[in-house]
């Protein structure tokens, strides 16, 4: 009965809703009192603390903590004690640093040697912070490259992939790299602090990398199952840590160290056998400078609760602007997909207004460099870079823009060649008037619109290209999968389902036949590697946006799976549009075998055409109110020609 008392105190607290969440631990602690169970009372007043916190009662707060404190240092406790006490020092940092400090630093002895990485990466944060107000920041960027250190150290011990991908989806642990950032900014060091937010965005990629490997069998299936077996045993041994006692416990943390040492050497075999002497963490920046083009610029965006951080690479030097904080920015781009993603819509000033914020003196890097690289984070993987507007001209006009998922990731993956020989092109699947049951919830049927200028967008590729074809019930899932080790050149002109929770579940729409249903999940999706794949299917770059991670959806998968270069759209493109667009990038492609370059003037050909009023788009394929378009000549808007984007892990065409 407190157990369930608990939990819905739990659900409460998560909606907010304090009053009812203070009733059912009151009663929860009346059950725990009636049978005499020490340790789980000192659990629930634990949580009554930080729920009065939460409120604002402080004296109360302070009642409950104190008793909480005594009861579980009697009762053994140690990881609850650890974790009141790093909270009881979040709650005082601002108001209070030097009361903090000495909660963080009677919790650290307890998380070292409860062998918690996660505890102690959390204890350090709080130290850090402290160090960090008092103006300590050296000593702030030791205790926070420990934090980063352990929290990755955690984050590695996480069975499942979707929790280790959300891993920094913990409000505190969120914190660590961008105050990394912050810190190593302040002073100065920004190659530092350049390498310390490509650690951040590299981590999950080269996860999906290493899993993808293993999928392969490119890793003994023998070192695997120990590996398993090894972080199985790391997790018995810290839960025995947590409940033991003098000798007993100091015998375990020995034997759990040793266990660790040998996960670490197992992980190390591992990973040689997928990227050969290549480390992750042992890349200098010199090497990651030269992935890059000469006369190229990137720009690395970190997104931090108060302050986000842009750093310019230019060559080999840094340069460092000064952004606002994730809500503020996100509130501003949001403003501006909604009137890129509406065509009766005018996008201008908004495209202007983020871009002087975002960029304002870089304005000029930007105009003397040949080559634009983004490597974005947080809310900036949302919209395209290119829509942003200086000197009253979209910045898709002034040079060719690629996205980077992290240039630590095509550092590791350069060298790996390209296996696929072969160019295939599928189109205009055989939906009818059926319906599927909607991959995304599972939940209630869609129907499937045919796609009739897909039919004559995938026509014309196969002729530029001199690919292999598929079209209507032909473009199945079993054909698609069957190709898919060979090819070197692809094009999928169909519909895609985008899971906003699970992104195993997002899948693309084919043609069903037999027994397959022709909904092509991405866990089911397995390329050997390509030189250039393009989903011209609506969102098929979007998904679940993960903390440093990006968007969790086939950009990332395909990436980790070897595709070098990848076009997808981030919102539902018209396509008619399409039509127009993919034949001229694949033509200028095949000429320049630059895909940056081809997307460029794909984009720009359709806004010469659209200008000059030559290009109008049949309004019988738009619907409802956007066939005012063709009739008011607004084929100009972005909303036609700008969701595509390139991400590659080739920045040297």
Same mark, same amino acid.
């Given at each position: 009965?407190?157990?369930?008392?608990?939990?819905?105190?739990?659900?409460?607290?998560?909606?907010?809703?304090?009053?009812?969440?203070? /009733?059912?631990?009151?009663?929860?602690?009346?059950?725990?009192?009636?049978?005499?169970?020490?340790?789980?009372?000192?659990?629930?007043? &634990?949580?009554?603390?930080?729920?009065?916190?939460?409120?604002?009662?402080?004296?109360?707060?302070?009642?409950?903590?104190?008793?909480?404190?005594?009861?579980?240092?009697?009762?053994?406790?140690?990881?609850?004690?650890?974790?009141? *006490?790093?909270?009881?020092?979040?709650?005082?940092?601002? %108001?209070?640093?030097?009361?903090?400090?000495?909660?963080?630093?009677?919790?650290?002895?307890?998380?070292? #040697? *409860?062998?918690?990485?996660?505890?102690?990466?959390?204890?350090?944060?709080?130290?850090?912070?402290?160090?960090?107000?008092?103006?300590?920041?050296?000593?702030?960027?030791?205790? *926070?490259?420990?934090?980063?250190?352990?929290?990755?150290?955690?984050?590695?011990?996480?069975?499942?992939?979707?929790?280790?991908?959300?891993?920094?989806?913990?409000?505190?642990?969120?914190?660590?790299?961008?105050?990394?950032?912050?810190?190593?900014?302040?002073?100065?060091?920004?190659?530092?602090?350049?390498?310390?937010?490509?650690?951040?965005?590299?981590?999950?990629?080269?996860?999906?990398?290493?899993?993808?490997?293993?999928?392969?069998?490119?890793?003994?299936?023998?070192?695997?199952?120990?590996?398993?077996?090894?972080?199985?045993?790391?997790?018995?041994?810290?839960?025995?840590?947590?409940?033991?006692?003098?000798?007993? %416990?100091?015998?375990?943390?020995?034997?759990? !160290? &040793?266990?660790?040492?040998?996960? @670490?050497?197992?992980?190390?075999?591992?990973?040689?056998?997928?990227?050969?002497?290549?480390?992750?963490?042992?890349?200098?920046?010199?090497?990651?400078?030269?992935? $890059?083009? /000469?006369?190229?610029?990137?720009?690395?965006?970190?997104?931090?609760?108060?302050?986000?951080?842009?750093?310019?690479?230019?060559?080999?030097?840094? +340069?460092?602007?000064?952004?606002?904080?994730?809500?503020?920015?996100?509130?501003?781009?949001? +403003?501006?997909?909604?009137? *890129?993603?509406?065509?009766?819509? +005018?996008?201008?000033?908004?495209?202007?207004?983020?871009?002087?914020?975002?960029?304002?003196?870089?304005?000029?890097?930007?105009?003397?460099?040949?080559?634009?690289?983004?490597?974005?984070?947080?809310?900036?993987?949302?919209?395209?870079?290119?829509?942003?507007?200086? %000197?009253?001209?979209?910045?898709?006009?002034?040079?060719?823009?690629?996205?980077?998922?992290?240039?630590?990731?095509?550092?590791?993956?350069?060298?790996?060649?390209?296996?696929?020989?072969?160019?295939?092109?599928?189109?205009?699947?055989?939906?009818?008037?059926?319906?599927?049951?909607?991959?995304?919830?599972?939940?209630?049927?869609?129907?499937?619109?045919?796609?009739?200028? #897909?039919?004559?967008?995938?026509?014309?590729?196969?002729?530029?290209?001199?690919? %292999?074809?598929?079209?209507?019930?032909?473009?199945?899932?079993?054909?698609?999968?069957?190709?898919?080790?060979?090819?070197?050149?692809?094009?999928?002109?169909?519909?895609?389902?985008?899971?906003?929770?699970?992104?195993?579940? #997002?899948?693309?729409?084919?043609?069903?036949?037999?027994?397959?249903?022709?909904?092509?999940?991405?866990?089911?999706?397995?390329?050997?590697?390509?030189?250039?794949?393009?989903? #011209?299917?609506?969102?098929?770059?979007?998904?679940?946006? &993960?903390?440093?991670?990006?968007?969790?959806?086939?950009?990332?998968?395909?990436?980790?799976?070897?595709?070098?270069?990848?076009?997808?759209?981030?919102?539902?493109?018209?396509?008619?549009?399409? @039509?127009?667009?993919?034949?001229?990038?694949?033509?200028?492609?095949?000429?320049?075998? !630059?895909?940056?370059?081809?997307? +460029?003037?794909?984009?720009?050909?359709?806004?010469?055409?659209?200008?000059?009023?030559?290009?109008?788009?049949?309004?019988?394929?738009?619907?409802?109110?956007?066939?005012?378009?063709?009739?008011?000549?607004?084929?100009?808007?972005?909303?036609?020609? &700008?969701?595509?984007? $390139?991400?590659?892990?080739?920045?040297?065409?």
């Amino acid at each position: 009965m407190a157990g369930i008392e608990s939990n819905l105190a739990a659900i409460f607290r998560q909606k907010k809703q304090f009053g009812k969440a203070k /009733e059912a631990l009151r009663r929860a602690l009346a059950v725990n009192e009636k049978i005499g169970d020490l340790a789980s009372c000192a659990r629930v007043l &634990a949580n009554l603390a930080l729920l009065s916190w939460d409120m604002g009662q402080q004296e109360e707060g302070e009642r409950f903590f104190r008793l909480a404190k005594e009861k579980l240092t009697r009762s053994g406790d140690t990881a609850a004690l650890a974790g009141l *006490l790093n909270e009881r020092g979040f709650q005082l940092l601002r %108001k209070d640093p030097t009361s903090a400090e000495k909660a963080f630093r009677q919790a650290f002895p307890l998380v070292r #040697s *409860l062998r918690d990485f996660q505890l102690r990466s959390l204890t350090e944060l709080g130290l850090a912070q402290v160090a960090w107000q008092k103006g300590k920041t050296e000593e702030a960027i030791d205790l *926070l490259r420990n934090a980063a250190r352990d929290s990755e150290l955690q984050r590695g011990r996480v069975s499942s992939p979707l929790f280790r991908d959300l891993f920094f989806e913990v409000e505190k642990l969120r914190q660590i790299y961008p105050l990394l950032v912050a810190a190593l900014c302040r002073q100065g060091q920004l190659g530092e602090a350049f390498l310390a937010a490509e650690r951040a965005k590299a981590a999950g990629l080269l996860d999906e990398l290493l899993r993808r490997s293993e999928g392969r069998r490119a890793v003994p299936q023998h070192l695997l199952a120990e590996r398993e077996k090894l972080r199985q045993r790391s997790a018995e041994l810290r839960a025995k840590i947590f409940r033991a006692q003098g000798e007993e %416990k100091a015998r375990l943390v020995a034997e759990f !160290d &040793a266990n660790e040492k040998e996960y @670490q050497f197992l992980e190390e075999k591992i990973w040689s056998l997928v990227a050969g002497k290549v480390r992750p963490t042992q890349i200098s920046f010199g090497q990651l400078t030269s992935l $890059l083009p /000469e006369k190229s610029l990137l720009l690395e965006f970190v997104c931090g609760t108060r302050r986000s951080f842009l750093l310019a690479l230019l060559g080999e030097k840094v +340069r460092l602007r000064t952004l606002p904080g994730e809500e503020e920015l996100r509130s501003l781009i949001d +403003r501006l997909v909604q009137k *890129l993603r509406s065509p009766l819509e +005018r996008p201008e000033k908004d495209a202007e207004e983020l871009g002087q914020l975002l960029l304002g003196e870089f304005t000029e890097l930007i105009l003397s460099s040949e080559r634009l690289f983004v490597v974005p984070d947080g809310p900036l993987h949302c919209f395209p870079f290119g829509t942003l507007r200086i %000197k009253r001209r979209w910045l898709v006009e002034f040079l060719p823009i690629a996205y980077l998922p992290s240039l630590t990731f095509c550092f590791v993956t350069h060298h790996v060649p390209v296996q696929g020989r072969e160019a295939f092109v599928f189109g205009d699947p055989a939906y009818g008037p059926a319906a599927v049951l909607d991959p995304r919830y599972g939940l209630g049927q869609i129907p499937l619109v045919p796609l009739p200028g #897909s039919r004559r967008e995938a026509e014309e590729i196969a002729q530029i290209l001199g690919a %292999k074809l598929y079209l209507g019930e032909e473009a199945t899932e079993t054909k698609l999968n069957e190709v898919l080790p060979r090819a070197r050149l692809l094009h999928l002109a169909l519909h895609c389902f985008v899971h906003p929770f699970r992104p195993e579940l #997002s899948a693309l729409a084919l043609s069903p036949k037999g027994s397959d249903d022709g909904i092509l999940e991405l866990r089911e999706l397995n390329p050997a590697g390509c030189e250039l794949a393009v989903l #011209s299917a609506c969102e098929s770059g979007r998904g679940r946006l &993960a903390r440093g991670e990006g968007f969790l959806g086939f950009g990332r998968k395909l990436l980790a799976c070897g595709v070098k270069n990848l076009v997808v759209s981030l919102w539902p493109v018209s396509d008619v549009a399409s @039509q127009r667009l993919m034949p001229t990038f694949w033509r200028s492609y095949s000429e320049s075998r !630059d895909p940056a370059q081809a997307l +460029r003037q794909a984009k720009l050909s359709f806004l010469r055409e659209a200008r000059k009023g030559t290009l109008v788009l049949d309004a019988g394929t738009l619907r409802g109110r956007f066939r005012k378009v063709k009739k008011e000549r607004k084929a100009a808007h972005p909303f036609f020609w &700008a969701g595509f984007v $390139l991400y590659t892990g080739e920045p040297k065409p």
